[in-house]
């Protein structure tokens, strides 16, 4: 199939939804002849890649700049303004060249309210997987700062007035086929669109070694916890800090590791003081990405009480080396983690309180139950191999194949 993917961040230096275009782009190279349009911001990492790396299979590269007014383009990265100009440049600069194309992929940024304009190309259309539509429930937000209440708030809102926003509606019901992270942000396109949408994992895990190992527990050994990623509110950490200090008024020999930094950082160190808990949750803040990989074999579990999370790299970066995870039921996260490599807390009428100790209660579990923790281990692995990034790519493009093209084989 000769395909167009359209990745604004494309980038094999960087994670989030860069890491996302670059990884799809190495996937579908390897079986279909690729065209990849990215933003020249990302030429010079490509280049070195492919200087260090000879021989691995890569799809071709387009790379379109945008006019950033005298401003280096890294400021403007996540620009929403500039996003949709670069997006129209590119549709422009494709339209153009007049190439022949039997699909087109738009990936990244994969956010229902942002829109792609490839679907103008007149060529079969696949937008995602997109996320964007995932809200978190206003009860589980009293603990943090006003400020933090608020954007959560505006961010409710205007996922409602999407509805009525030309350019989602352009974009989304453009497309033949749109592919979801979330039942959340299915339920949030327009009708048209919401007909021809599924919901499909944006991430995969990477290869894990034949011969990885899953972790031994022990009775009575301490527990190190462990979480990663950006330290804003709706990722929850609050709620871990709190089911902590229930774990160790337990009598349970447990420490929170917390990678990541954030505006949320100060409060969340002030809170971890108000609950007795301080000098058994570490902060190390931002940390580069090959020291963050090689941190995850050192802990025993891994938590990630996220209120919205479309995905979750980290989730699958914790299970490729053995680390069972506890996560709740909002968001993507709960498509990856299921009864065989962790745990899922409930939140449906739940209050934080109730939440916190539902959440304590499953890493409870866990830490008193070694053999149960090893099991679980092993499930990691196993998951984390069913969730590579050929299954999860390949599953997509069967389902692209069979909607879209299998009825014009028919005919």
Same mark, same amino acid.
Not at 16 to 32: C, I, M, Q, T, Y
Not at 101 to 128: A, I, Q
Not at 237 to 260: C, D, K, P, W, Y
Not at 376 to 400: C, T
């Given at each position: =199939?000769? &395909? $167009?993917?359209?990745? *604004?961040?494309?980038? /094999?230096?960087? !994670?989030? +939804? ?99 304009? =490839?679907? &103008? $190309?007149?060529?079969? *259309?696949?937008?995602? /997987?997109?996320? !964007?539509? +995932? ?277």
């Amino acid at each position: =199939m000769k &395909l $167009l993917l359209s990745t *604004f961040a494309c980038t /094999p230096l960087w !994670g989030s +939804e860069p890491g996302v275009g670059w990884r799809w782009a190495l996937e579908l190279a390897k079986k279909h002849d690729v065209t990849v349009v990215t933003h020249d911001y990302f030429e010079q990492h490509i280049v070195d890649f492919v200087q260090r790396n000879p021989d691995v299979t890569l799809p071709r590269f387009i790379y379109v700049a945008r006019s950033a007014f005298g401003i280096h383009p890294h400021r403007l990265l996540n620009s929403r303004i500039y996003y949709v100009l670069w997006q129209w440049q590119a549709y422009r600069h494709i339209k153009a060249r007049g190439e022949a194309f039997d699909l087109v992929h738009h990936l990244t940024w994969g956010t229902y309210r942002f829109p792609s304009f =490839m679907g &103008l $190309l007149g060529k079969p *259309f696949v937008k995602g /997987p997109i996320g !964007g539509g +995932e809200r978190s429930p206003v009860r589980l937000f009293p603990r943090v700062p006003l400020k933090a209440f608020l954007f959560e708030a505006v961010r409710t809102l205007l996922i409602q007035l999407s509805r009525l926003d030309p350019l989602v509606w352009l974009s989304n019901c453009s497309a033949d086929l749109v592919l979801c992270k979330t039942d959340e942000t299915k339920s949030i396109l327009p009708p048209p669109a919401r007909k021809r949408a599924i919901v499909a994992a944006e991430i995969g895990a990477a290869p894990v070694p034949d011969d990885a190992q899953a972790k031994t527990y022990t009775p009575g050994k301490p527990v190190k916890l462990f979480f990663a990623g950006r330290l804003i509110s709706c990722k929850g950490v609050n709620f871990a800090i709190q089911a902590l200090r229930l774990l160790r008024e337990r009598g349970m020999s447990v420490t929170l590791t917390v990678a990541g930094d954030g505006e949320m950082r100060a409060s969340l160190e002030n809170l971890a003081r108000q609950e007795g808990v301080h000098e058994h949750v570490h902060f190390l803040g931002s940390l580069p990405r090959a020291e963050l990989l090689n941190l995850y074999p050192e802990m025993d579990f891994f938590v990630f009480p996220s209120l919205h999370d479309s995905s979750g790299n980290v989730i699958l970066e914790s299970m490729s080396v053995g680390l069972p995870v506890v996560c709740l039921d909002l968001g993507g996260p709960r498509y990856f983690v299921n009864d065989s490599c962790g745990r899922v807390v409930a939140t449906t009428g739940a209050s934080e309180t109730q939440v916190v100790t539902a959440l304590a209660h499953a890493l409870g579990e866990l830490i008193q139950n070694p053999a149960l923790a090893n099991e679980l281990s092993q499930g990691a692995i196993a998951r984390s191999r069913e969730l590579s990034w050929e299954n999860q790519i390949g599953k997509v493009y069967s389902i692209i194949e069979e909607k879209l093209f299998s009825e014009k084989r028919d005919r």
